[in-house]
């Protein structure tokens, strides 16, 4: 099993910045990709952006790109999104997740393991 608990959630003004943090404990899969997820209101879940634990290959969605960055410290277990350029569309719940597979994956039904999520309110 893994576990995943996101942070660093909160409300910020448009234009604002935020930092998310995804720390993952139980079995961390060194091959693993990370992804982060948003679901706003009424609308479906989506992808954000992904990476591969190990490093390499990196993912945005096109509406958060150069925007977003997703980083990760394999000594803590914890990856980040670090969101710059915030927009009232980006109000949403941010989800971590886990998928134990070397390919990365911009659909959600790949992913294994999912935190509870953090909430992240841009004003505009």
């Known amino acids: 099993q893994v576990q995943l608990v996101e942070s660093g959630g909160g409300l910020v003004q448009a234009g604002g910045s935020l930092r998310l943090s995804c720390a993952a404990s139980?079995?961390?899969?060194?091959?693993?990709?990370m992804g982060w997820f948003r679901q706003a209101p009424g609308k479906e879940r989506e992808f954000v952006a992904a990476?591969?634990?190990?490093?390499?290959?990196?993912y945005y969605a096109d509406s958060v790109k150069g925007r977003f960055t997703i980083s990760r410290d394999n000594a803590k277990n914890t990856v980040y999104l670090h969101m710059n350029s915030l927009k009232p569309e980006d109000t949403a719940v941010y989800y971590c997740?886990?998928?134990?597979?070397?390919?990365?994956?911009?659909?959600?039904?790949?992913?294994?393991?999912w935190g509870q999520g953090t909430q992240v309110t841009v004003s505009s």
């Open positions: 990476n591969m634990w190990s490093g390499g290959s990196t």
């Open positions: 139980g079995r961390t899969f060194r091959s693993a990709t």
């Open positions: 997740a886990a998928r134990s597979s070397a390919t990365i994956s911009n659909s959600s039904v790949s992913y294994n393991y």
